[in-house]
């Protein structure tokens, strides 16, 4: 059974620093692609960044391009979004994501981010 199980997130103020990490397990996930969503109150889930496991290449939405970074750990089957100069505009339920295909697609539970202005 797959796992993801968020933790990091918390309350920070504007300017801040946080970093997020994303336990999986379950399987081998060096053909997935991992990434991190986020959704704010009112509003739809968005992208964040994404990491293919075998190579590391990344990719990040605009929003957070510059400031955050995402990044994995095969050894401890782990994804991190390292989040720097924080806004009040990233406080949302902050989602790790690990997908496959259309059919094998994995959610986390979500870990809250409030970045206090």
């Known amino acids: 059974q797959v796992q993801l199980v968020e933790s990091g997130g918390g309350l920070v103020q504007a300017g801040g620093s946080l970093r997020l990490s994303c336990a999986a397990s379950g399987r081998t996930f060096s053909s997935y692609t991992m990434g991190w969503f986020r959704q704010a109150p009112g509003k739809e889930r968005e992208f964040v960044a994404r990491?293919?496991?075998?190579?590391?290449?990344?990719y990040y939405a605009d929003s957070v391009k510059g400031r955050f970074t995402i990044s994995r750990d095969s050894a401890k089957n782990t994804v991190y979004l390292q989040m720097n100069s924080l806004k009040p505009e990233d406080t949302a339920v902050y989602y790790c994501n690990a997908f496959f295909s259309s059919y094998v697609n994995y959610w986390g539970q979500g870990t809250q981010v409030t970045v206090s202005s």
């Open positions: 990491i293919i496991w075998s190579g590391g290449s990344t």
